[in-house]
């Protein structure tokens, strides 16, 4: 029936003698209660003879070589059995000769590689066998089957894509069955890229000869970080003419880390996985010179052809033997051009070549504590020396020569050192040629030595406000070499602070002059002023009119002036009030002479006086009083002094007649001003 056993498959592996092993597989409806039933029929044989195997439990079974004709055809199926012993289905027959029916074993060990879009296969292969590929691309359902030899590989295949495999075999020379499929293989897609080293980290140790490098990378964008099972590390002693040390590290981490001496090394790194291994990214790191290890070796050219260098031995057991390199120096690199390892316990070494005249070599001694193809931390950088077959003079001066703090007797000067490809020797130091003018450059007159470290010096003794001309020029124990271009700088008149004072000085000089000349020409007008336009003394304020005053009693009259003051409609300026103080002198003056001739007049006559009600006489005043009316009025001033004091009655009715004559004067003086003011100024316009 359709859903019964299907696929019977019996063969034999190895020896016949094993038995012949016969395998299906279930009905999709199987249940455990059911038993199968194993039958082979011999037809050929006569009469025609019949074997049942049952009470089957497994979808295996190996019939007994006891029970098998191997040379003759054989029938044979599988039915199955329920509780009942009852037959429900059985799978189709198959015919086959016993001894024929073999089946190899199935491919075992197998290993898959990818590069360039191919698939390389290594497995445990016979040459009797014949094997058969399928492979297809992950996630598809169609295998693609080829035949295929241990020798060939599977081409055409797209690089980022992944891949499974199966592999199968049978005889060549006789008839087999295949064997039974091995398993499925994955294969990753492939790595196509390098990794990306990122800047080595280099450190020096506290134990000279020593440095810690560690080297970092990243997996490129292109790559598949899923894929990547780990990296190769492989890390390269560079050995000049001879066969570098090489080891390789395996880690799953994106760095590494390592302790080395000062030689040059070589990393490459390298991204796998299970198929396949990416392109590696190569890093050199060049040889370190630490100029401080120079004392512990000694080097001593003997000829253009050899340079005998020694150390001191160390005779530590942990000593396995030394490395030196040596190779000419060009610029800040030293390219080893030769090396060679040398035994333990030695003390001197020969190098042997051409050296060349004139260059510089570098020669490094490393010592080896662990077995020579162990590289990480196990050697040291013992010693370090440079050295000259023949020293020359340098072939140029010092670069980028500037004059700067230029005073008036001195200079600084600042150059940059010769470099070493041009020195051709030690440097020993700097020849400062100093000249007045480049006229006079053959002039070899003044020429100052430094040491070779130093890049600057401070020119003293200079003359101020001269052109000066420089050259430098370096010198080994060969001699001095070429000099460097003139330069050449002029010295100040005067320094900068110097210039500042000077001016100050002079400011300072001006300021006084102007200010002199401003005082002399104001006394000077003074003085003009006081001879031409003499200034006319204020009456009022003299000691007589003091006594007057105290003598007299006028409140009422500086009232009645305040009040008049206040209820003037005009602007009051200096000019005003000036005629004010004017008049009230003049009207003091006035009441004082007019005191003074009525008591002459009452002594003199001894008349009756007269009635109070009569006026006195008016004296006419003019706006400006001389000098010669109170020349007039003293005398009489200080004759009546005495008088005043016995008749105080009349001086008091005097003084009311003085007072209405003054308050009769100043308001005449008042409104004819006002009306002169208005006539000069028609139009209202304050003057000031």
Request: glycine fraction near 4%.
């Amino acid at each position: 029936m359709s859903d019964g056993p299907r696929n019977l498959e019996c063969y034999y592996t190895g020896e016949i003698e094993n038995g012949l092993n016969c395998s299906w597989t279930p009905r999709h409806n199987h249940t455990n209660a059911a038993t199968y039933t194993l039958k082979i029929s011999w037809r050929n044989r006569k009469p025609p003879k019949n074997e049942s195997f049952t009470h089957i439990t497994s979808t295996f079974y190996t019939i007994p070589r006891k029970c098998l004709y191997i040379s003759e055809n054989a029938t044979i199926w599988v039915e199955t059995v329920d509780q009942r012993n009852r037959i429900c289905q059985r799978t189709k027959s198959i015919t086959l000769i016993p001894q024929e029916a073999e089946r190899p074993d199935t491919p075992s060990n197998i290993q898959h590689r990818r590069m360039s879009g191919k698939l390389l296969l290594t497995w445990d292969a016979s040459e009797k066998l014949q094997y058969e590929l399928r492979y297809r691309q992950a996630g598809t359902a169609n295998w693609h089957s080829v035949n295929f030899r241990p020798s060939e590989t599977l081409q055409e295949l797209e690089q980022l894509a992944a891949y499974e495999f199966q592999m199968r075999c049978k005889y060549i020379s006789k008839i087999s069955f295949w064997s039974l499929w091995s398993n499925i293989y994955n294969v990753p897609p492939e790595l196509t890229d390098v990794p990306l080293i990122q800047t080595l980290v280099t450190k020096l140790l506290q134990e000279p000869g020593k440095r810690i490098v560690t080297i970092k990378w990243e997996n490129p964008a292109t790559a598949i970080n899923a894929t990547v099972s780990g990296y190769n590390i492989t890390i390269e002693r560079i050995l000049a003419n001879q066969n570098n040390i090489i080891e390789l590290f395996k880690t799953v981490n994106k760095e590494h880390t390592f302790i080395l001496s000062q030689a040059p090394f070589k990393f490459r790194v390298a991204a796998y996985n299970s198929a396949s291994s990416s392109p590696a990214n190569e890093i050199v790191i060049s040889a370190f010179n630490q100029m401080s290890l120079n004392n512990k070796i000694n080097a001593t050219p003997q000829g253009n052809d050899s340079i005998l260098i020694s150390w001191h031995s160390d005779m530590n057991k942990r000593t396995k033997g030394y490395i030196v390199d040596w190779g000419p120096v060009y610029g800040n690199e030293t390219r080893i051009e030769c090396s060679k390892k040398i035994k333990r316990g030695r003390q001197t070494y020969t190098l042997k070549g051409n050296f060349e005249p004139k260059q510089r070599y570098r020669i490094m001694l490393h010592k080896k504590t662990i077995k020579w193809k162990i590289l990480n931390n196990t050697e040291i950088t013992v010693g370090v020396v440079d050295v000259y077959t023949l020293e020359g003079t340098p072939r140029s001066g010092p670069n980028n020569i500037m004059v700067t703090n230029i005073s008036k007797t001195t200079a600084m000067i600042r150059w940059d050192q010769i470099p070493e490809d041009e020195c051709q020797g030690f440097l020993q130091g700097y020849k400062i040629f100093c000249y007045v003018s480049e006229a006079s450059v053959s002039n070899t007159s003044r020429a100052i030595s430094v040491n070779s470290s130093i890049t600057s010096y401070m020119l003293p003794g200079l003359l101020q406000k001269t052109v000066y001309t420089i050259q430098i020029s370096g010198f080994t124990k060969t001699g001095e070499g070429t000099r460097s271009e003139a330069v050449s700088f002029t010295t100040k008149e005067f320094d900068d602070g110097e210039l500042q004072n000077i001016a100050v000085i002079v400011s300072i000089a001006i300021i006084g002059f102007v200010l002199l000349v401003s005082w002399s020409c104001l006394f000077l007008v003074r003085r003009i002023k006081k001879m031409f336009w003499p200034s006319i003394p204020n009456p009022g304020n003299s000691h007589a009119i003091q006594i007057i005053r105290r003598g007299s009693s006028l409140p009422h009259l500086e009232n009645e002036l305040l009040n008049l003051k206040s209820n003037s409609h005009l602007t009051e300026t200096e000019e005003e009030l000036e005629s004010l103080h004017t008049i009230e002198e003049v009207t003091s003056a006035l009441t004082d002479y007019g005191l003074q001739e009525n008591e002459q007049n009452n002594i003199a006559s001894q008349e009756p006086r007269s009635d109070l009600n009569d006026k006195p006489p008016v004296v006419q005043v003019t706006d400006y009083t001389t000098m010669e009316h109170f020349r007039q009025i003293m005398p009489a001033i200080r004759g009546s002094n005495t008088v005043i004091q016995t008749n105080r009655s009349e001086t008091e009715c005097n003084n009311q007649q003085s007072d209405s004559l003054i308050l009769s004067y100043m308001k005449q003086q008042v409104h004819q001003t006002s009306i002169q003011r208005a006539e000069d100024n028609p139009l209202g316009i304050l003057v000031t």
